[in-house]
Every structure is written in structure tokens, then in C-alpha cells.
């Protein structure tokens, strides 16, 4: 079972509004997918997740195939109950981990060669072995595998990577049979020229996914770039499907994909940040460990409505930073994902109400972008 439907599209920019069925059950797009790479989304337990108002998450194959293994996660029945998260699960299929985690990389026709980031053995990981892994745990939306080339990288080595990418996601196509639980999405590459994110763009919509993920973006070039590429990107795909940009959540970037007709991201900026004691708030980030809050007895944000923000105090998250206590990390994780779960959802009332661009205006002002 999967399903999207396009509820509408902004009268001012590309922004679109949507919802998609799972068999786990619907999302609302624009969503930001919270990132759980090993089976957890860090510090979260799944009951918190969903009262932050989690719709999906996304978990990583090339993980969960180095820890715990699949046959672990098959005889507990699948990575849904092995974690205890009944809601969607997205996962990532290797693609992006085992070019910019693992040792010894060697790429071929046939797959990846590589060796484990963890204890150095040797590992492989093709198109079809890594449609497997995502079979075996049984997200509802599965990726294909692809190359995310690094960035900057000459025309020729992305024309023979795109187009590599394009055969493999074939090949994965042909190997994923489980298509009434999972769905599988193609993923557009083609770095920073149009000439060749044309080429992917259309063979990938010729494939006849059920949704597309543009890869290959923010990998440190200039947003200004990412914006014309992704604006470029997204006219060639099609109203009907959804279209996902991977690794993008800080809350510029989100605006700016939303802006450009992206309904689904996903990245480890707002918990891996919050674990450093970095804190997004509606006038910009704060660095809670700094000595201004010492006695700052009022909350991170005094617009959340979170539950760190309705119970805790700065002085009192810098405190337990200062002092390597656990729950500050857990305190400021909740408060992030909340803050960004909490902005999409006012983008998506933004869309339903034809006001994206003045909410977005509004934000940028407050947060002290641009
Ligand atoms: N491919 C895959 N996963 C990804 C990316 C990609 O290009 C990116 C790029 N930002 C993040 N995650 N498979
Ligand atoms: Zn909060």
C-alpha cells in the first residue's frame, strides 16, 4: 500500500501540500523525516518521538547491516518491532554511508567493495544485496543504491558516476519483489551540472518510480548553488509523486526546498547538534553551554511549547551540559526536533493557506537569516 496525493500546490512558489499512505500509516508533506540511523533515533525513546509529533523516520541499511546484522533484525521481525516504532520507516540504502563512512572503497559495475568503518573487514554491498537488507527490514519506503559523488568533482567522473547510478537503479527495480509493503524510490544524481542532473532526472521518471529522492546536494556546496540545481531538478519530475531531498534539515535549507517543490527531508543537524548543546530557537541557534545563561531561568524558546521548553530552564540544560549529564542531551534533542517538526507543520498551514512565502519572510526575519 502506498499512496500520494497531492492536495495542492502554492499559488507563489513550487510549495506543495500532500499526504502519503503507508501500510504503516499517512504523512503529511512538507515532513521532516528525524534520522535514526542505528535502530534509534538518538536519546528518543518511539513514545516521545510520536508525542514531538513524528510522522515517519529514517533509518540506514549500511548501519544496521554492519550492527546488529540482518539476521538479528529478521528474527526479531523486522526493524518495526525490533525498535518498537509502529509509525513509517524510511531507509537509506547504503548508497551514501559506504561513500563517506567506510575504508578502502572500491567502486565496480557489480556493487561497492569496501571495508567496515568499525572493524576493518571486508565488505560488499551491490544494488541488489543492499534491495535485500531493506526487504529484510522491512521499511515502508526504500531507497535505491546509488553514488552520491562528492563535491567538487570534475563533468566526467559525474556523467560515468550518474550514469552508473542510472543502471543500478534498474537493476534494483528488476530485484525488489516485496512491492505491496515497500515502495521504492529512484535516486536523481548528477552533482552540480544541469546537462547531466537533466539526463538522471528523466531516465530515473522513465523507470516509473513511485517517488523520487534527489541525491548528490548539500555535500558543502554554496546553498545558492543547491537552490538552482534542486529548482532546476524538480521541473522535471513528475506533480504526482513525491519528491525527497536527502540530508537537508537545518531551517533555511527546509524553506528553501520546501520553496522549490520538495515534500520530504531528512538530516542528523537538529539531534546531532542538540548533543553538542546547540540549540535551534525563533531568533537563531544558541550555544546553551555559554556562560550568558547562567542564570537564565527562562526557557529556550518562549514560543515552544515542547516538553523541555514547557518544564526546564537555560540555566538549568547549561548545568547539566557543564556537567556531562545525559539528560541535557535528551532535554535539547526533544526541543529540536520538536522546533523543526513544529516549523514544518506551520509551513504546511502556510501552503493551505496561500501565505508560505510572508511565513517564510517572517521566520527568516526573526531567525536572522539573510
Ligand atoms: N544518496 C543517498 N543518501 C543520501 C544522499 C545521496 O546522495 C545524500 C546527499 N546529501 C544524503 N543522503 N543514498
Ligand atoms: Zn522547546
Known sequence: MFKFELLKTAKDSKARLGKITTNHGEIETPIFMPVGTRATVKTMTPDELKEIGSQIILSNTYHLFLRPGTEIIEKAGGLHKFMNWDKPILTDSGGFQV???SDNRKITEEGVHFRSHIDGSKMFISPEKSIDIQNIL????IMAFDECAPYPVSHEYIDNSMRRTLRWAERCKVHHKNTDNQTLFGIIQGGM?????EISAREM????????SIGGLSVGEPIDLMNDILDF??????ESKPRYLMGVGSPDYLFEAVERGVDMADCVLPTRIARNGTVLTHNGKIAIKNALYKEDFSALDKECDCYTCRNFSKA??????NVDEILGMRLAT???????LDMMKNIRESIRGDYFLEYKDDFYKKYGYK
Do not use: E
Open 205 to 212: 521518471v522513465d523507470m516509473d518510480f513511485k517517488g523520487y
Open 138 to 141: 522491512g521499511s515502508d519506503i
Open 99 to 101: 561513500f563517506s563512512l
Open 233 to 238: 531538478t524538480t521541473d522535471f519530475m513528475p
Open 193 to 197: 551540472y544541469k546537462d547531466l542532473r
Open 334 to 340: 526533544i526541543h529540536n526536533l520538536y522546533f523543526l
Open 316 to 321: 538549568y540544560i547549561r548545568h547539566l551540559f
